[in-house]
């Protein structure tokens, strides 16, 4: 087993994840984690293969509001999302996970959030769970600090083993995120995971008092129900593969609006200026950057 995930790790070529490999644990895993965090995203070279990459475009490194983002990490292995017969499972509604499920998943994904920040930024972050989730056979859980620079994590899990994480650390000079007005949301837009058989797009952000609800309309899956707890939000999608060009020509990253749903069961739309900090000359210019990789 060990063997076949470190010619995986090595070549960066499709393949199938073997169905006894447990991502979270394996050291070899780890240590790709390892690297890919600390990866300055501007300065990694881009992919010379089709292989898993994080897709790190100069959108998740220039947050709005004068937020430094520190890196982004991700571990993604070839032949995670099951191909087409699992991924068709996704739902774009989520489903509540609990008992013993939900406290293995968070417990995993604060396992290996603690270790990756541990490992590259030498700090220790106080990572929480504050939203988990299910959609067909995964579940992601979202971890942070609760701080007001909010270092975060998402994983995402399948049958319990963790496939995929990205997130961020509070870069030098960062300033503290603004409030959340009342009704409305904050969210970092961009985040993707892809392999040369499908991507994954993540959004998990901030909403104000008085949002019971939140929904996505996306280029690839039309409306995304978020699950809004605590108050964070996080929902995520399947999309076809991509590359850093397409990416840094969309920094938009595939959500075409917003809608939150208030508690007296109202809706309102919020912006993409409003939900990101950016103006519509930054959502319409393309970005720079590159890939982090192995």
Not at 137 to 156: F, K, R
Request: glycine letters at 14%; one cysteine or more; a negative charge.
């Amino acid at each position: 087993m060990n063997d076949a995930l470190d010619q995986a790790l090595r070549d960066l070529d499709p393949a199938v994840t073997p169905s006894g490999l447990e991502v979270g644990a394996d050291p070899r895993a780890r240590a790709l984690l390892a690297r890919v965090v600390a990866t300055d995203p501007a300065k990694a070279p881009a992919p010379a293969t089709s292989g898993p990459r994080l897709l790190t475009p100069g959108r998740l490194t220039a947050v709005g509001a004068g937020v430094a983002a520190g890196i982004a990490a991700a571990l993604l292995l070839p032949g995670v999302f099951g191909g087409g017969s699992a991924m068709a499972a996704w739902t774009a509604t989520p489903h509540a996970v609990s008992g013993d499920r939900a406290t293995d998943a968070q417990q995993t994904c604060l396992d290996s959030a603690r270790d990756t920040a541990k490992n590259t930024t030498g700090r220790e972050f106080g990572f929480r769970p504050v939203v988990t989730e299910g959609r067909g056979p995964w579940t992601l859980v979202y971890v942070n600090d609760g701080s007001d620079h909010l270092a975060e994590i998402t994983c995402l899990l399948r049958d319990g083993d963790l496939v995929g994480s990205q997130g961020s650390t509070p870069g030098p000079g960062a300033r503290p995120l603004p409030p959340v007005p009342a009704g409305s949301a904050r969210a970092v837009l961009g985040a993707v995971m892809s392999t040369s058989e499908q991507s994954v797009r993540i959004v998990t952000g901030r909403v104000g008092a008085g949002v019971a609800g939140l929904e996505l309309s996306t280029e690839a899956k039309g409306s995304v129900t978020a699950t809004v707890t605590g108050g964070y939000f996080t929902a995520w999608w399947p999309d076809a593969p991509t590359t850093e060009e397409r990416e840094n020509a969309s920094p938009r990253g595939g959500v075409r609006s917003v809608t939150v749903i208030l508690q007296d069961g109202s809706r309102q739309g919020v912006s993409l200026e409003e939900l990101t900090g950016r103006t519509s000359a930054q959502l319409n210019t393309s970005a720079g950057g590159g890939s982090a990789r192995d």
